[in-house]
Nanobody
């Protein structure tokens, strides 16, 4: 199982970015999918999470600005980031709670990608 994240880069303050996180491999089902971020010198923090049924929750710092969604048929989660602030600069990671066809349940992580918010 692999997770492929995309959509990072440089964006100006008050700009927006859309991130995607696509899972592939021997996947029976995916439970929760999450986005984390880690700013320089800080711990990795949860940004948003979404259940297989589409229930979502957010860190207080991004509520009203970020939206997490998913397409179960595509095994992909998305993170729409609007009104970005310099404080959102971080390496962003996605993960997925995957049940494989062999019955193994494991959390997989995608590669981190840097989002820089700067003018």
């Amino acid at each position: 199982v692999q997770l492929q994240a995309s959509g990072g880069g440089l964006v100006q303050p008050r700009g927006c970015l859309r991130r995607s996180c696509a899972a592939s491999g021997s996947i029976f089902t995916i439970n929760v999918m999450e986005w984390y971020r880690q700013a320089p010198g800080k711990q990795r923090d949860l940004v948003a999470k979404i259940s297989s049924a589409g229930r979502s929750s957010y860190a207080d710092s991004v509520k009203g600005r970020f939206t997490i969604s998913r397409d179960n048929a595509k095994k992909t989660a998305y993170l729409q980031m609007n009104n970005l602030e310099p404080e959102d600069t971080a390496v962003y990671f996605c993960n997925a709670d995957v049940v494989s066809y062999n019955g193994l349940r494991k959390i997989y992580w995608g590669q981190g990608t840097l989002v820089t918010v700067s003018s």
